[in-house]
């Protein structure tokens, strides 16, 4: 399977505990984005990267939020200090820079509950 | 502030007519419209989408429609099918607006393909 994975794909904590989500892109994807979705709403931003360079950062992703891209290939996004208003589906996408219209292949998704 | 918005969370349809969803947006340095669709509990897959310089695009059943002077773009599935019931997200992306490579996602739209 070449799409995008994602890891876990559930995750239940208690508030105030630290959770990290794991992204594979597409392998030939040099655009790596993290995305929030909660119920009745469209995936917000959160950051994105093109090579190991993080580009951007939404104003959602507060100090508690770290995401890294060490090689350029997978990215990891970190919560610490969990709060109940993180739980959501933490959506990853990747695309080419090559292709103009470089529409986005998401993963399934990582749902975070926090109890 | 929501610059792509979706006004009709939810729609049915007979199996066979047309399905009509609409979007609208603010920014007029959008260069490329997006469609997805969403099942529950999977991330969103890539439908079809148009250049700002289009006014239309065609991909089997799906036809997007785009009306920049109203800043409106619509999706029509015909003939709608019953596997056609989703969540359908319109999204924009703008090579020139702040925060380039960033997409913006509507909030949803619930489409029900009546059998």
């Known amino acids: 399977d070449t799409g995008v994975s994602q890891d876990p794909r559930h995750k239940i904590t208690k508030r105030g505990q630290n959770v990290t989500f794991r992204c594979d892109p597409i392998?030939?994807?040099?655009?790596l984005y993290w995305y929030r979705q909660t119920l009745g709403q469209g995936p917000e931003f959160l950051t994105y990267?093109?090579?190991?360079?993080?580009?951007?950062k939404s104003r959602l992703l507060s100090d508690r939020f770290s995401a890294e891209r060490p090689k350029g290939s997978f990215s990891t996004l970190e919560i610490q200090r969990t709060e109940q208003g993180d739980s959501a589906m933490y959506l990853c996408?990747?695309?080419?820079?090559?292709?103009?219209?470089?529409?986005?292949?998401f993963g399934e998704g990582s749902r975070l509950t926090v109890l | 502030d929501q610059q792509v918005k979706q006004n009709s969370p939810s729609l049915s349809v007979q199996e066979g007519r047309i399905s009509i969803l609409n979007c609208d947006y603010t920014n007029s340095m959008f260069d490329y419209f997006l469609w997805y669709k969403k099942y529950p509990a999977e991330g969103p897959t890539f439908l079809i989408s148009i250049s700002s310089i289009k006014d239309k695009n065609e991909d089997g059943r799906f036809t997007v429609f785009l009306n920049k002077s109203a800043k409106h773009l619509s999706l029509h599935i015909v003939p709608s099918q019953p596997g056609d019931s989703a969540v359908y997200f319109c999204?924009?992306?703008?090579?020139?607006?702040?925060?380039?490579?960033?997409?913006?996602f509507g909030t949803g739209t619930r489409l029900k393909v009546l059998a």
């Open positions: 990267f093109q090579n190991e360079a993080q580009l951007e």
């Open positions: 996408a990747s695309s080419w820079s090559g292709r103009l219209t470089g529409e986005l292949f």
């Open positions: 999204a924009a992306m703008g090579l020139r607006v702040p925060g380039t490579y960033k997409y913006i």
């Open positions: 392998s030939e994807h040099n655009r």
